[in-house]
């Protein structure tokens, strides 16, 4: 099993910038991709950005290009989602995720979870 625990939200004004972070404990030589999911009041969980073990792969939702950057630290099995140029309706609880599949963004691959962390930006 692989425990994960995400940090570093808070209430943000527009155009703020915000770094959430997220740590792996337990079977963590389980995981190969690791991902950031978010889910928004009233609307379905969602892709956010997703990047491989070997940091050579990432990928981002079409919303968040340009403005969110994802990577990792393999040593302490942690990954990070730098925010920036936030916009209310970024508004959301962002998940932490991670899946033993080779590589994947869709949300029914991944295998772990975290308990959510939520991120508010206000106008």
């Known amino acids: 099993q692989v425990q994960l625990e995400e940090s570093g939200g808070g209430l943000v004004q527009a155009g703020d910038s915000l770094r959430l972070s997220c740590t792996a404990s337990?079977?963590?030589?389980?995981?190969?991709?690791m991902g950031w999911f978010r889910q928004a009041p009233g609307k379905e969980r969602e892709f956010v950005a997703a990047i491989n073990w070997g940091g050579g792969t990432t990928d981002y939702a079409d919303s968040v290009k340009g403005r969110y950057d994802i990577s990792r630290d393999t040593d302490k099995v942690m990954w990070f989602l730098q925010m920036s140029g936030l916009k209310p309706e970024d508004t959301a609880v962002y998940y932490c995720?991670?899946?033993?599949?080779?590589?994947?963004?869709?949300?029914?691959?991944?295998?772990?979870w975290g308990q959510g962390t939520q991120v508010t930006v206000s106008s």
């Open positions: 337990g079977r963590t030589d389980e995981i190969f991709t």
């Open positions: 995720a991670a899946t033993r599949t080779w590589w994947s963004t869709r949300e029914e691959d991944y295998n772990y």
